[in-house]
């Protein structure tokens, strides 16, 4: 950190008043926001200096183009550290998140997220206008080798650690056939390698790309691939079908594409970045013991089950291969239509808490025994908690909003969690006296908030009254 001060003072000609490091996602880069008289800057230090020299000559270049990307100010005589433009800290990725935990994007997310896309065809042409691709590291092209590289990434840091038998040389043979078959998209355009929602700083709502370090020479269906097919990202078909025309729409700015043919590379794109992609949470979970890289890995299995639904003929011992890591027991339940299911259950405690029926154990039970009772007042008696007379009676006392704010907010960070791990079961079960009151009240209007924020399947019960309903 001194070196970046010190690097600052140069520059500014004063220390920074304070310096706060910033997350680094796991890089081998480290991020400091220094702040003084005249603003902030960003000092960034890292450890591979070739990195580091590509990223200050492609964003040199990209700055010259005209694309929004940090304005570099300046860097030490050892290129260890550099200074840039601190673009505040909103990302794509934090902008969309309640559309990814609900697995339904509002409008605006939508709106970001087709910015983004709309932006790539300029980075991958008007990037690549004049840029000397022998700055890239580390290689200057998207080649044979590098395609080895990835595919032998997946087979050895992930597919091997499954346990999954499989016969090297079938699977060499189709691995050859896909490399081919993915360089005949080669063009003169620049392939971001890392273009994901992260990678995307929004100032006043317009996106700044960053970490392209990365990129080098290569054909235009790879980015498209690492945005839409992004593992966690959760888009719909139809999700994933606007962001495709919305690219389509902006390429023709630089030239024009057969939709159909364009669709058939993207599908092998799209394959092969997801086997890449299995490969790092391979390593980042079997090898570097960084188990919540492992949490990504059922989405991208969901990905290849869906790619499967057509399979490749042109690779049939692959597509054989990952059926069957598709069918394995740890994966063989995750699938997009294993939505996780909320049972919401509303109780007496006289007749004892109610059975977890799916075998997991259960989930949270609350207690409405402390919130006002209707049941005291021979007036509510022939009501329940779903009848407007007790609602405005419970709602009118304020304690069971509180109560439930609580609620909703535990019940929250289960469901996203339970969703993020592919977890297919939850249950939350409200009692009070005699089940019919004050747990009736909470658990529908828990079943309610629960069904209207996320993409899960809701089943609500009322055991003392016998009524069940889905929502």
């Known amino acids: 950190m001194k070196q970046i001060e010190t690097l600052y003072k140069t520059y500014t000609g004063s220390l920074p008043e304070s310096v706060t490091e910033l997350p680094s996602s796991g890089s081998n880069r480290r991020y400091f926001r220094l702040t003084g008289k005249d603003g902030s800057l960003i000092g ?10 590509a990223f200050l000559a492609i964003a040199d270049h990209f700055e010259k183009q005209g694309l929004p990307v940090p304005h570099i100010y300046c860097h030490s005589r050892d290129f260890s550290c550099y200074l840039q433009q601190d673009l505040g800290d909103a990302t794509l990725f934090q902008a969309v998140e309640n559309g990814r935990s609900r697995g339904n994007y509002s409008n605006t997310e939508k709106e970001l997220l087709c910015r983004a896309m709309a932006a790539l065809p300029s980075i991958q042409f008007k990037g690549a206008q004049g840029l000397d691709f022998n700055v890239c590291y580390p290689q200057p092209e998207f080649d044979e080798r590098m395609i080895s590289f990835d595919l032998n990434y997946f087979k050895y840091c992930f597919l091997k650690a499954t346990g999954l038998e499989f016969s090297e040389i079938k699977l060499e043979n189709d691995f050859r056939e896909m490399s081919r078959f993915l360089l005949e998209s080669d063009s003169n355009t620049f392939l971001y390698r890392d273009f994901q929602a992260r990678n995307v700083m929004l100032v006043n709502g317009a996106p700044y790309f960053i970490d392209f370090q990365g990129g080098r020479k290569g054909p235009i269906y790879y980015d498209v691939a690492s945005f839409i097919w ?6 719909s078909a139809e999700l994933k079908s606007e962001l495709i025309n919305t690219y389509l729409e902006s390429l023709k700015k630089y030239i024009s594409a057969d939709e159909k043919k364009f669709l058939k590379h993207l599908r092998h794109f799209v394959l092969f970045r997801t086997l890449q992609v299995l490969g790092a949470y391979g390593f980042r979970g079997y090898f570097e013991k960084k188990p919540h890289f492992l949490q990504s890995v059922p989405f991208a299995i969901d990905n290849i089950r869906d790619l499967l639904k057509e399979p490749f ?25 294993k939505k996780l299911q909320v049972y919401v259950c509303s109780f007496a405690y006289k007749k004892g808490i109610p059975n977890d029926l799916s075998g997991n154990g259960g989930g949270y039970v609350f207690d409405c025994r402390g919130l006002a009772n209707p049941g005291k007042f021979e007036h509510f008696s022939h009501f329940t908690g779903e009848d407007p007379q007790v609602v405005d009676f419970m709602e009118n006392d304020g304690g069971v909003i509180t109560f439930l704010e609580h609620a909703y907010a535990l019940m929250d960070a289960h469901v996203q969690r339970y969703m993020e791990r592919k977890f297919t079961n939850l249950m939350c079960a409200f009692g009070c006296t005699g089940g019919q009151h004050r747990s009736v009240y909470c658990a529908g209007h828990m079943a309610e908030y629960i069904a209207r924020k996320y993409d899960v399947h809701v089943h609500l019960y009322h055991r003392e009254l016998e009524i069940e309903k889905d929502l």
């Open 44 to 53: 960034t230090k890292g450890s591979c200096i070739d990195e580091n020299k």
């Open 230 to 235: 992004q593992a966690k990202a959760n888009y």
């Open 313 to 337: 003929s042109e690779y049939p011992y692959l597509t054989s291969v990952l059926k069957e890591l598709t069918e394995m027991r740890q994966y063989s339940e995750m699938g997009y239509d």
